[in-house]
């Protein structure tokens, strides 16, 4: 059987009982480590169920699914994955790829941040679809997301913003001279997320990401323990205006509150403002939000 | 500290190791047994958990939540939910009232039907705001759910469509009479919701949700062990023409096909179609999904 285990978000023992038992079970387990990331590593995740644990690349999950798929007809092979399996197109790949081989597949769910984010306050129900933000070049700002974020904003639906993870990238020059040299991993954080979408509103002004006007919550280690967890909520402007470690470790996701807004979302938010009464204002008298 | 503990969808082994470890450290366990199902009963997850588990109806969390939450301050107290806390919005009440009494509480995410109908083969980022469709009588057919899921057609996006549970519902006589007697549990079957669509575009016909040119993908238990998880993926009309049987056990969802589709996720799901060939071609020829 081959297994496809998510993790959910933070460390060793947010796997289910289910999935426990299904890595306890194989012959080799790989870790898909670069559509998102644990807050722990490798070692403490071997030395928790106590056998090796792979590092699948994106190259290894792409190109080289025949290798983790190998004899997965005949023993159990598990893949884990950060969050829930079905976040990443690159796992439907693999899937598609089992069954072409005729390996049976079983997929464990978890929570991911698409079901997490709900932990802001806001429900789930009233989310758009979901945006992906990539870090800005001097040269490529690519602002298809601003799109996306404004059908939702017309709608007065929220949106999950994402945000990039460069992990095993190589700078334009190893690139080039084929030298496999890979830069630091990197993450995206809230104040770059949110520097590049006020800056993207300045290039567009179609007033859907106004950073006074606009009210949206960071959100970083959802469901980590006790201290780990920062939710942080205000206008675009007041969260670039709070000091970098406010926001806590990565990984890092955005949400822009839609105008379709119940006022118990603002209240339970709220416990997360930067400014308690900006907060209030701004969902009262722009966002319209009645019984406030 | 006041626990609220995602259990994941199908059965006790679903929970997280912090889950059950909060489970196993807590002084009271209830669960929440009115938003969701569970694919096993009280007695089973009480004799997992080796302590009794007190069902927490609609009543006792919204109005009696005082005693749920009592001495939570000073021992563990955790309340079960299905799938992941933030589906329904009586949690974040009780949330919002243990913040008021001073009680910390932590929350244990897991999956939900919000992320794992990502096993139908469609991306999560390409869903737009998810519906819930309620069972019409003779006189009620209530068709709001008509514009939302219009919304996201019109964008091109998918819809989940939730699908109306009756727990300890009382008759009309019952409860104008004043007698707490309930009738059985009701769960909306696929095929019930889809006819249910059907009668609705039919008196709104603005296209939206044709029988023959709407693809639609039923979900039931989503994860549940080898042959519990049922998916089917067919036109609207296909679906209907199904046998009951086909569906698998409550819970059901229906996902409504959304035109922004690529042809990965047609390959992926058309594992689950009725007919193949009519699954593709509508894809290609209404849908307009190239690649195929």
């Given amino acids: 059987m081959f297994y496809i285990i998510g993790l959910g978000l933070c ?47 994106r190259d290894m999950v792409e190109t080289q699914s025949d290798e983790i798929l190998k004899d997965a007809d005949k023993e159990d092979v598990s893949l884990l994955v950060v969050g829930d399996p079905f976040g990443a197109t690159t796992h439907t790949d693999i899937i598609l790829r089992a069954r072409a081989l005729g390996i049976p597949t079983r997929v464990i769910h978890n ?46 639906m929220h949106t999950l913003v994402l945000l990039d993870i460069k992990v095993k990238e190589q700078s334009e020059e190893n690139l080039a001279r084929g030298r496999k040299i890979y830069e630091p991993p990197r993450y995206m954080s809230i104040p770059t997320a949110i520097s590049q979408m006020i800056e993207t509103e300045s ?26 967890q920062k939710i942080v909520a205000g206008t675009l402007k007041e969260l670039l205006d709070q000091p970098a470690e406010q926001f806590g470790e990565p990984l890092h ?18 416990e997360y403002a930067v400014d308690r009464q900006n907060w209030r204002r701004v969902a009262r008298e722009v966002y319209g939000c009645a019984d406030l």
């Fill in 11 to 57: 460390d060793e023992k947010d796997i289910t009982l289910r999935g426990l038992e299904a890595v306890k079970s194989s012959s080799r387990v790989y870790l898909e480590a670069y559509t998102s990331i644990l807050m722990i590593q490798q070692d403490r995740l071997e030395a928790f169920y106590g056998k090796p644990v792979i590092i699948a690349d």
């Fill in 111 to 156: 929570a991911s941040i698409m079901n997490a984010v709900g932990a802001c306050g806001l429900q789930l129900y009233n989310f758009g679809q979901t945006v992906s933000l990539v870090f800005f070049t001097e040269t490529w700002k690519p602002d298809s997301y601003y799109d996306r974020v404004k059908e939702n904003v017309q709608l007065g």
């Fill in 203 to 228: 290039t567009r002004q179609e007033k859907i990401l106004e950073p006074e006007n606009t009210l949206a919550i960071g959100l970083s280690r959802v469901g980590g323990d006790g201290l780990q």
């Fill in 253 to 270: 996701s955005v949400v822009i509150v839609g105008k379709r807004l119940h006022h118990l979302e603002v209240e339970y938010a709220e």
